[in-house]
């Protein structure tokens, strides 16, 4: 059995706006991109981790999601750091779940495709995430926006979600990052850490994680277009 | 006299298909992109540096640009690297020029106000650049797309254009840099090669580089929104 956990757990820090419930084409971010993984066929449940302040709001949605799509979508508190949330999703999970994808509540516009391809590599592999070459020039800066080093971009891939992984393999990887006290920025920064591979599966751009209010403008725009 | 170089030279190696030339609401990208400068009226001056075979569809506009902005756009022929036509576009440069802009020809949307802001940190300090954040957590991967690594996004700044500099340092550190052959992706890069300092400039997300069919898409809907 496949699951999914959507993580939208955290505030928004980086940016002081409340990105999730930003609304695009009438239903809140966070709601898109339960709405995208449903639609894909591939799960038999949603893990929805959100703050506790968030789940009137989920509740919301929730059921409709379930009648038009066939997947049951069941909330579950999150906590301080995206790592806790992941971790409550993790013990939400049907004890029957053996593949689990987590992704990211600020990805609304993930294909069905990409979710379909990124599940089917680790299904064969144990464990992969969608990913984008880096393009970008690099380099690192001090405080005061001094240029300070440089970092080469070949064979850099920026990570995106979902990421899945037989649910075994997170399991160890997130407990023994937990006992470690390590901070994670992803799932796969996990099974890095515990010695895993992990397998990246190039994503058709256009992935966007809402960052910015300009993401929400454009995440808009592409949503009509 | 404040001088701008836009580098459209090369061809779009990477995806195959020519992002220069593709046309956004009624105009070509890098028309776009030369436009953007001109408009800002921080320019005595552009230098637009492309192929010999795109030459005669630039000269179609390059006169409708002076004629609307007071701008004059001047054509020159680049080489095989981006480096070489970048040295092509320092060639050309008015004598009186003390500062130059180079600026992608990729890169239409840039915003008028983050132009004049690097515009004028460059006339302080010597050389900035455009820039933003890294927000996804990066990885890197080996040809098989297994990941073999982690890079820190602490401190990590993606480079953008226009990158601002006084035109002896720029032309010092490109002359030090090709005498040495070294490959340079950016301007920031001859310049930390020289050991010359250069402030980062945050950027207001939207600053496209035009790489994938899809980005031509998101420019589109952009610009029209």
Do not use: C
């Amino acid at each position: 059995m496949t699951s999914a956990i959507v993580v939208a757990a955290g505030t928004s820090r980086r940016m002081g706006f409340d990105k999730l419930a930003a609304v695009l084409a009438g239903r809140t971010v966070l709601e898109h991109s339960v709405r995208a993984l449903a639609a894909t066929g591939e799960f038999a449940e949603i893990i929805l981790v959100t703050s506790p302040a968030r789940r009137d709001e989920a509740q919301a949605w929730i059921d409709a999601v379930r009648r038009e799509t066939g997947v049951p979508v069941r909330w579950a508190g999150g906590g301080a750091e995206r790592q806790d949330s992941v971790a409550a999703g993790l013990a939400a999970l049907d004890p029957a779940a053996t593949l689990v994808a987590v992704h990211d509540g600020a990805r609304p516009l993930v294909r069905a495709d990409d979710v379909r391809r990124v599940v089917a590599e680790a299904r064969t592999s144990g464990a992969a995430s969608l990913a984008h070459p880096v393009v970008d020039t690099l380099k690192r800066a001090d405080g005061n926006g001094q240029v300070t080093g440089s970092v080469d971009r070949t064979d850099l891939w920026a990570m995106e979600t979902p990421q899945v992984f037989a649910v075994d393999v997170l399991r160890d990887a997130y407990a023994a990052a937990l006992a470690r006290g390590q901070s994670l920025t992803d799932e796969v920064s996990a099974l890095e850490a515990a010695g895993q591979p992990v397998t990246l599966v190039p994503s058709t751009p256009g992935n966007l994680k809402i960052t910015h209010p300009g993401d929400l403008v454009m995440a808009g725009l592409l949503m009509r277009g």
